[in-house]
């Protein structure tokens, strides 16, 4: 799928029905589990939500997200500054956004994460490239999450 710079959009077939999806993305201990991150909060529209990160090599870089949009099992979205430790973008967040569609054998999940563009020119490619590369891991990790 083509992109420019500003988005970054990853697809996968996930195994299991909308509602497990569904409940792994907004349920907060759950995408705790597969995002690996510790959150404090639980996820509603237009909550703060901060946490630390347990991921390995990342274990207590803090998490800090906005919710965006709550739509059941349709779209689940936040906004967060990328790629760097809260505070260093300049405020400048992008957009994460999970869309949910039912699939032949599961659910399909649509992840785009845009707003690259607005980055302070010497942070963009560099959260770029790391989410591009963090996204392809996680949406690895929630397939294995929901499918088990």
């Known amino acids: 799928m083509a992109h420019g710079s500003d988005r ?4 996968i077939l996930l195994k299991a029905p ?3 999806v569904w409940r ?3 349920d907060a201990r759950q995408f705790g589990e597969w995002f690996k991150v510790k959150l404090d909060q639980d996820f509603a529209a237009g909550q703060r939500v901060t ?4 991921y390995p090599g990342y274990e207590g870089f803090p998490f800090e997200a ?3 949009r709550v739509e059941p099992e ?6 967060w500054e990328p790629g760097a430790e809260p505070g260093t973008t300049g405020g400048v967040a992008t957009l ?3 869309r949910l569609e039912d699939a032949p054998g599961g659910t399909l999940l649509t992840l785009v994460e845009s707003g690259f563009d607005r980055l ?3 942070l963009r490619d560099k959260a770029f490239r790391g989410n591009d590369e963090g996204w392809s891991l996680q949406t690895q990790n929630i397939k294995a999450y929901v499918e088990a």
């Open 8 to 11: 970054i959009e990853k697809q």
């Open 18 to 20: 909308r509602s497990r």
């Open 24 to 26: 792994a993305l907004t």
């Open 51 to 54: 946490g630390k990160m347990t």
């Open 66 to 68: 906005t919710v965006d």
């Open 74 to 79: 349709v779209v689940f979205s936040f906004r």
């Open 96 to 98: 994460v956004e999970f």
């Open 120 to 122: 302070p020119a010497h």
